[in-house]
């Protein structure tokens, strides 16, 4: 069972998902959860941001495809339908969170990805998606998703009260813990299951937000902690 914070491949991240992940927004792969892919390469395409204490994610939607007569997609509007009429990822993703807004049932739940090197990703956890809008920025319209943190997947499927110690960690933390550990736990060395801990769990106080409270470990001695902690 996969948890916030663990450290996945490419090939990882798709055998979980049952599919070659291929676009940042999917939703409804085999109509059950929708997966968000975030990318935080230096000029990354999209502006993505945390708010609410670590627990909200602020996604930003997908731009038109490079096409001859859109050979810039960052100056177009960002679309809700594609030509054919069809709702593209934006129009789907927007139509789920109004969905969620009139009507109080369940939310669209989302798995969100972020890579921060070349086949290196972090699964973020599972959101609910509870908002969709549009804003002008640079002279066009984009799509802003609000996604807020709900746990694990165990705890949904089970109606398990929601455990709030899940924090994301924003991925200039992810990326600078990776570079002092260097790819490593910082335990044993081990380059397998890495995850990125909190060295003060958040539910005792600890920050998600400064690097100095955030260690990689393997998943043996992530585990052996957790005992030692509970
Ligand atoms: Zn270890």
Redo the contacts with the bound molecule.
């Keep these: 069972m996969i948890k916030p914070g663990d450290v996945i491949s490419y090939l990882e991240m798709c055998r979980q998902e049952g599919v070659n992940l291929q676009r940042g927004m999917n939703f409804r792969l085999h109509g059950r959860f929708t997966v968000i892919l975030m990318s935080v390469r230096r000029g990354a395409p999209y502006v993505d941001r945390i708010e609410g204490n670590g627990r909200v994610l602020i996604y930003e939607g997908h731009d038109v495809p490079r096409t001859k007569s859109m050979p810039d997609p960052k100056r177009g509007d960002q679309p809700m339908a594609n030509p054919s009429g069809s709702p593209t990822q934006n129009g789907l993703f927007q139509q789920a969170a109004i969905k969620y807004k009139r009507n109080p049932g369940p939310p669209e739940l989302v798995k969100v990805y972020e890579k921060i090197y070349s086949g290196i990703w972090v699964y973020n956890g599972l959101f609910k998606l509870v908002d969709a809008w549009q804003e002008v920025c640079n002279a066009r319209k984009v799509f802003k998703f609000k996604l807020e943190m709900v746990g694990d997947i165990e705890q949904v499927e089970t109606k398990e009260k929601e455990i709030d110690h899940s924090r994301l960690i924003p991925a200039s933390v992810k990326l600078e813990v990776w570079k002092r550990d260097k790819g490593r ?1 910082v ?2 060395g ?1 380059r397998d299951n890495l995850h990125f801990d909190h060295v003060i769990p958040y539910s005792k106080g600890g920050s998600s937000l400064v690097a100095e409270n955030i260690q990689l ?2 998943a ?2 992530n585990l052996a902690k957790r005992d030692r902690i509970e």
């Design positions: 736990c335990e044993c081990s470990l393997c043996r001695h």
